[in-house]
């Protein structure tokens, strides 16, 4: 019979399958447009080390600049800023890309955050900055993936850091929800303009690049951690009062089965 083989789409099929093609070509769209920004940022990066490095080596070959140690270590210390944005500039891409997966474990929150905390006392104690953690009053548990989470907290202080001046103060909290917790990391640093507050998680956005570039930073740090905690379907943001300091938090779902079950299999792929 042949009408069995009529396909029979309504009005209300056909509208949503539309609706379907459509929502895929708006995606695609954005892909693509993140593919192209991408590029033109990253042409754009790349190209005036890679320029500055290449003019002083001509020079040196030309006999122009003279081959002393200090202006050779000034070349190597470009080459290393250079490697160290090609491999930010690989997390990045890693972290924003479609196919990316976390392995997400179940992490007790309050003993990754000490781990970090802890891990940064030394350096801390180097640069004359006091810090201080505020673990929750009961033990947290989540699903997540805890490379990703150290990553990200490790950004966030590293930066807390920089951007504090000696004699400053750190503080690390964690506070527990209902089905969520939320990290701070609080600073009484330089702070950042109101301004400039939404910038700061824009991929290659520094408030003062001389100054960033002190610090070989490249203003990829937080849109790494940005991509990272939505992938967690959570949420980063910063409060700030210019010359007063920062608070940066980051809040994350407790319990994201439906992430677990995917980073797991994929995990054991
Ligand atoms: P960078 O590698 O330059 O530090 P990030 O993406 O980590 O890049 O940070 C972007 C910019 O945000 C930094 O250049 C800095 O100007 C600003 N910033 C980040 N954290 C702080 C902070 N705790 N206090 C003041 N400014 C900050």
Redesign the pocket.
């Known amino acids: 019979n042949r009408e069995e083989f009529v396909p029979r789409i309504g009005t209300e099929e056909t509208k949503q399958l539309i609706d379907s093609i459509n929502n895929l070509l708006i995606e695609f769209n954005n892909v693509e447009n993140w593919r192209k920004q991408m590029m033109e940022d990253l042409t754009h990066e790349l190209r005036t080390p890679l320029t500055s490095v290449l003019t002083r080596l001509e020079a040196i070959i030309d006999g122009v600049y003279p081959k002393t140690e200090k202006n050779l270590q000034d070349i190597y210390e470009e080459v290393e800023r250079f490697s160290r944005l090609v491999s930010d500039l690989q997390q990045l891409s890693e972290a924003e890309g479609a196919r990316f997966k976390l392995k997400i474990r179940k992490v007790s929150v309050d003993q990754l955050v000490r781990g970090v905390y802890e891990g940064f006392l030394f350096i801390a104690k180097q640069r004359k900055i006091k810090m201080h953690f505020n673990p929750p009053n009961m033990p947290c548990t989540a699903y997540i993936d805890p490379d990703r989470m150290i990553q990200v907290i490790t950004?966030?202080l590293s930066?807390?850091l920089?951007?504090?001046a000696p004699g400053g103060d750190i503080w690390l909290s964690i506070e527990i929800q209902e089905d969520s917790f939320i990290f701070y990391?609080q600073?009484n640093?330089?702070?950042?303009s109101e301004d400039?507050l939404n910038l700061?998680?824009n991929?290659f956005?520094?408030?003062?690049k001389s100054?960033?570039r002190d610090?070989?930073?490249?203003?990829?740090?937080?849109?790494?951690?940005k991509a990272l905690v939505h992938a967690h379907g959570g949420q980063i943001g910063?409060k700030?009062k210019f010359e007063k300091?920062?608070i940066?938090w980051v809040e994350i779902p407790i319990d994201n089965q439906l992430v677990s079950l995917e980073g797991q299999r994929k995990s054991t792929e």
Do not use: H, M, P
Not at 189 to 192: F, S
Not at 205 to 208: E, G, Q, S, V
């Open positions: 950004n966030i930066n807390a920089k951007y504090t990391c600073d640093g330089i702070g950042i400039e700061v998680f991929r956005y520094r408030i003062d100054r960033s610090y070989g930073g490249s203003g990829i740090g937080l849109s790494i951690s910063v700030s300091g920062s940066f």
